[in-house]
């Protein structure tokens, strides 16, 4: 699976978690990247198990699988794809 399979926020959110390298809060993941993971994308990457979900009361905290972390790598190594914008380019290039 590559990027073309994933939304632009799903990558957002798998690329903040895999930076945190730890387990984030929907109300963290606000502060980072300016959105939370819920509803049908939170469900999304949890059947694709690239992210594990707990809830915590009435939140919820995210992490980055073995399987996500995987991903990662493999995304990172394939590059942006095609007609990438500058933030996407440099954003790969950085986490590269």
């Keep these: 699976m590559h990027h073309e ?3 632009a926020r799903e990558r957002a959110v798998v690329f903040a978690l895999l930076s945190a390298a730890r387990q984030v809060s929907n109300a963290e993941l606000q502060e980072l990247i300016g959105l939370r993971l819920q509803g049908k994308m939170r469900r999304r990457l949890n059947e694709l198990k ?18 996500g972390w995987r991903w ?8 942006p794809g095609d007609a990438p914008t ?3 380019r440099s954003l790969y290039l950085v986490l590269g």
């Design 72 to 79: 990662c790598g493999d995304e990172l190594a394939v590059g």
């Design 86 to 88: 500058s933030l996407e």
């Design 50 to 67: 690239l992210v594990e979900s707990e809830r915590r009361g009435r939140w919820f905290v995210h992490e980055l699988s073995d399987v």
């Design 5 to 7: 399979e994933l939304s």
